[in-house]
Antibody, heavy 118, light 106 residues
Framework: EVQLVESGGGLVQPGGSLRLSCAAS????????MNWVRQAPGKGLEWVSY????????YYADSVKGRFTISRDNVKNSLHLQMNSLRAEDTAVYYC???????????WGKGTTVTVSS | EIVLTQSPTTLSLSPGERATLSCRAS??????LAWYQQKPGQAPRLLIY???KRATGIPDRFSGSGSGTDFTLTISSLEPEDFAVYYC????????FGQGTKVEVK
């Protein structure tokens, strides 16, 4: 079964850090770019970051640039998001999504919830 | 940043009716536009990519059209499982999503 499974979410205080992970299975992970997309409670989708198949190209949304770092391990079929200096507005469900359709997000995980609150 | 504006915000229709959703971009796209469906408590699902190509397994009642700055998702005859929120997304310059259109039961 084609699957992406996120982990690492939780409750963190403002200014704190979290590291999200996404484990891929059931498909060939390495050829595809990967994304993190988040959704604040009751809100729409917000793209967060992209990493190319070989990690040579990385992009971030302005809202997270300088605070978040995306990385991947093609041997372990995993994607990561290191989140530092967290703010209340980073509270959201974080999804990883694979660019399996001509760079569009054809495979999605179920998401992991990040809550930033004191 | 390319801004995508979806209209209407909410579409109230009955099963069997035709749904027409609009997505307007703040600048011209090279047809690098997709549509996603999201149901409550679920991850989004890719429906349409490159403006008009259906993803694998997507019923042919879903179709996409448009070019430049104006794009449309059409659901020819609404099935009960089609009531959901729909987002457009561009990947011409980085990536942005529209704010979504909710298709609800009238």
């Amino acid at each position: 079964e084609v699957q992406l499974v996120e982990s690492g979410g939780g409750l963190v205080q403002p200014g704190g850090s979290l590291r999200l992970s996404c484990a891929a299975s059931g498909f060939t992970f390495s050829p595809f770019g990967m994304n993190w997309v988040r959704q604040a409670p009751g809100k729409g989708l917000e793209w967060v970051s992209y990493i190319s198949s070989d990690s040579s190209t990385i992009y971030y949304a302005d809202s997270v640039k300088g605070r978040f770092t995306i990385s991947r391990d093609n041997v372990k079929n995993s994607l990561h998001l290191q989140m530092n200096s967290l703010r209340a507005e980073d509270t959201a469900v974080y999804y990883c999504a694979s660019g399996t359709y001509n760079y569009y997000m054809g495979v999605w995980g179920k998401g992991t919830t990040v809550t930033v609150s004191s | 940043e390319i801004v995508l504006t979806q209209s209407p915000t909410t579409l109230s229709l009955s099963p069997g009716e035709r749904a027409t959703l609009s997505c307007r971009a703040s600048q011209s796209l090279s047809n690098y536009l997709a549509w996603y469906q999201q149901k409550p408590g679920q991850a989004p699902r890719l429906l349409i990519y490159d403006a008009s190509k259906r993803a694998t397994g997507i019923p042919d009642r879903f179709s996409g059209s448009g070019s430049g700055t104006d794009f449309t998702l059409t659901i020819s005859s609404l099935e009960p499982e089609d009531f959901a929120v729909y987002y457009c997304q561009q990947r011409d310059k980085l990536c942005t999503f529209g704010q979504g259109t909710k298709v609800e039961v009238k």
